[in-house]
């Protein structure tokens, strides 16, 4: 560095960008004495702030499933784990609406295995746990993932990249091993800014489909190749089945959704510890089980994908998700045969259909859709209207008021949080506005 100091035939940028090239390579100046042998560094002489904590290692949370009656080592573990879910375990960390309904679903959706499949090109369902936040949607998305190791369930938040998304499904899950993608606090509009050109990895819900192609030219990894395939399961506020997200249409039909109101649990799943799922998850589903599953899961699963849709009482357009779950919850004790599960099954899409996007139903979303699309124009178009209150700004109490003289009676608290969720799916942001509470129209990420 000295030389090039002294050359005059080289510039004073030139020099700048050497004498910082030569930092990060970590040359010193001559003038620098380097450490001899035997000398510490700076660092190691370097006085510690705080101690190293040796609290003890005996320190252990208590078995979550030996805490609540369960023996792992029971005979058949499938039924009898099944049913402990339903009964004991759901009943205690998740608290759900409809829960004699929406209970056997959930233990359907927690033992499922994505590659316990006829082929490659069957499809699985996508489980879309819908609530507001605080409601339990994340505790039962834990509570499935708890069945997994560490490095088979992967969680992506709202924010993630599309490529991030594509690379981490492929690096765990490309060889082929049981994988859950857990999509928390999923936001369509964030989404599609985010990682919009990769819809088609939450859309592909079977093994052929589950391969993305790409130049290796133009990726830093040079691959060509990338496999997705896992099971999928999303949480959210938004419906994707109301009319404010029609291009997520694809995705809501390869979704089994399951509702969420606020509630308490009647204990706290993080204080115990659940690696006992992980074992009881692998007998389920291991080598040593497998006459098991043969006669079981594997008749069952044939039997459903023999059947004509045209007399099932299942939708067509979700028959073809249902099959693996019904098959799921024969195995495990859920249902007692093929046809209870179908009538199971058929039940639940009739109950979402009457409920609506919401317990308010859909009746109060019609509302909300008519004061978005034809009451908030005139008011702005209305120069004696309040300047608080246009199409980007809605103040609660005015939402309310019109609430009110549309049905005829005042918005509870419930109702309102059922409301905010609605609100959401119309891509307005439940926020402070000033010094009140209103919604403010959620603006995209350019």
């Known amino acids: 560095m000295d030389k090039v100091e002294r050359d005059k035939d080289i510039a004073d940028d030139v020099k700048l960008e050497l004498e910082s090239y030569a930092r990060q390579i970590s040359v010193l100046p001559a003038s620098k004495e380097l450490p001899t042998e035997g000398k510490s560094t700076s660092s190691e002489n370097r006085k510690r702030l705080f101690p190293k904590y040796d609290l003890g290692d005996d320190f252990s949370f208590p078995c979550g499933v030996k805490e609540f009656g369960f023996n792992e080592n029971t005979g058949n573990i499938a039924k009898e784990y099944g049913t402990w879910l339903k009964d004991v375990y759901l009943p205690t960390f998740v608290d759900m609406p409809d829960k004699e309904h929406q209970y056997p679903l959930a233990v359907c959706f927690m033992l499922l295995n994505c590659r316990a499949v006829l082929n490659k090109k069957q499809c699985l369902p996508i489980p879309y746990f819908l609530g507001n936040n605080g409601s339990g949607k994340t505790e039962l998305s834990k509570s499935i993932a708890q069945h997994y190791p560490r490095e088979h ?20 899950f490309g060889t082929g091993e049981v994988g ?19 819809y ?32 999928k399961i999303i949480n959210s506020i938004f419906d994707l089945s109301s009319e404010a997200q029609r291009e997520f249409s694809e995705i809501e039909r390869r979704t089994i959704q399951l509702r969420f109101k606020e509630g308490k649990a009647k204990a706290t799943r993080i204080i115990y510890d659940w690696e006992a799922q992980e074992r009881i998850f692998q007998r389920i589903w291991g080598e040593e089980n497998m006459s098991t599953i043969k006669a079981t899961y594997g008749k069952a699963l044939g039997t459903l994908a023999r059947l004509n849709p045209n007399n099932v009482p299942i939708p067509a357009k979700r028959w073809v998700i249902c099959q693996v779950p019904i098959a799921v919850g024969v195995y495990c004790g859920i249902f007692k045969d093929i046809e209870e599960g179908i009538a199971h099954f058929a039940r639940h899409f009739e109950y979402l259909k009457r409920s609506g996007g919401s317990s308010i139903g859909s009746a109060m979303s019609i509302v909300l859709q008519k004061y978005i699309k034809e ?15 246009n199409s980007n700004s809605i103040p609660q109490d005015t939402l309310k008021e019109y609430l009110k003289s549309q049905t005829g009676y005042d918005v509870s608290q419930n109702q309102f949080n059922d409301i905010i969720m609605l609100m ?4 307005y942001n439940y926020q402070r506005i000033g010094t009140v509470m209103g919604f403010v129209k959620d603006t995209p990420i350019p």
């Open 424 to 427: 959401a799916n119309f891509g």
């Open 200 to 231: 088609n990895i939450i859309l592909a819900n079977n093994e052929e489909s589950a391969i993305s192609r790409i130049s290796g030219l133009s990726n830093d990894s040079h691959k060509d190749e990338f496999k997705t395939y896992s099971y």
């Open 180 to 198: 859950l993608a857990v999509f928390d606090n999923f936001n369509p509009s964030v989404f599609m800014n985010r990682a919009g050109n990769f």
């Open 153 to 172: 369930a992967v969680e992506f938040l709202s924010d993630t990249t599309g490529a991030h998304m594509r690379d981490k499904l492929d690096a765990n």
């Open 375 to 389: 009451v908030l124009p005139e008011i702005a178009n209305n120069p004696f209207a309040p300047k608080n209150i």
